[in-house]
């Protein structure tokens, strides 16, 4: 997650400035966190978390996860607000 964090600190998208395959991958992983475990906070990935906002408030997201989209936005806009850490995924992270 660390070396993640680092690699959006000076890019939109994994592979640069353009939305890829790459950001379909890692971006559905990502956005399963707030979903599925949601008393883990990513917060202390600051980029990480901005890119997930990013692609959660992509149309086609909206599309495809139609009402669970409404919830990860608003849970990606608790970890930017600060929401604290409460729990490590698998005791990673």
Partial sequence: ???????LA????????????????VGSYLLYVPQFFPDV?????????????????????G???GQAAIGVRAKC???IDGMPMRKKLFGIF
């Fill in 77 to 79: 806009q608790m970890y």
């Fill in 1 to 7: 997650m660390d070396t993640l964090d680092q690699l």
């Fill in 41 to 61: 906070s990513l917060s202390k990935y600051t980029n990480v978390i901005r890119y997930m906002l990013s692609l959660a408030e992509r149309e086609a997201y």
């Fill in 63 to 65: 599309k495809a996860y």
């Fill in 10 to 25: 000076g890019q939109e998208y994994l592979l640069g400035s353009n939305f890829s395959v790459a950001d379909v991958a």
